[in-house]
């Protein structure tokens, strides 16, 4: 039994004014592959076992040629975030170039749509 106001299923479709779309989900209701597929009009990329920290990409091409790319990483987790933080404040920034603040808000102004979709408020919320 799932604590009361807990959203355990979850799925969106994002519009991009590229043209790229970009289809989520989640579930805390069964288990499924932790991986993601990035579709091209010349192949795919797969990230799988894992795809917060992948150990590996392998990009399969439209014309049938597949490559692996092994990407060693230390640690799990955030380190790469943490890794860009740093270098950021060490070099006297307030932004990463990386991930620029717009870019942030933009994806949390995507999170609250969702809310809003679901009628989820967090406590302390109007």
Same mark, same amino acid.
């Given at each position: 039994?799932?604590?009361?106001? @807990?959203?355990?299923? *979850?799925?969106?479709? *994002?519009?991009?004014?590229?043209?790229?779309?970009?289809?989520?989900?989640?579930?805390?209701?069964? %288990?499924? =592959?932790?991986?993601?597929?990035?579709?091209?009009? %010349?192949?795919?990329?797969?990230?799988?076992?894992?795809?917060?920290? =992948?150990?590996?990409?392998? @990009?399969?091409?439209?014309?049938?040629?597949?490559?692996?790319?092994?990407? =060693?990483?230390?640690?799990?987790?955030?380190?790469?975030?943490?890794?860009?933080?740093?270098?950021? @404040?060490? &070099?006297? +920034?307030?932004?990463?170039?990386?991930? =620029? @603040?717009? %870019?942030?808000?933009?994806?949390? &102004?995507?999170?609250?749509?969702?809310?809003?979709?679901?009628?989820? +408020?967090?406590?302390? %919320?109007?």
């Amino acid at each position: 039994m799932r604590p009361a106001g @807990l959203t355990s299923n *979850f799925s969106a479709l *994002f519009h991009y004014a590229s043209g790229a779309i970009a289809s989520v989900t989640s579930s805390l209701n069964y %288990e499924s =592959p932790q991986m993601a597929v990035i579709l091209g009009t %010349e192949g795919r990329i797969e990230l799988s076992q894992d795809f917060f920290h =992948p150990a590996r990409a392998v @990009l399969n091409r439209a014309d049938g040629n597949q490559e692996t790319v092994h990407i =060693p990483h230390p640690g799990r987790g955030m380190w790469y975030q943490a890794e860009e933080v740093m270098t950021c @404040l060490r &070099q006297g +920034k307030l932004e990463s170039d990386i991930l =620029p @603040l717009d %870019e942030t808000l933009a994806i949390m &102004q995507a999170l609250d749509a969702i809310r809003a979709d679901w009628g989820l +408020k967090y406590p302390g %919320e109007a």
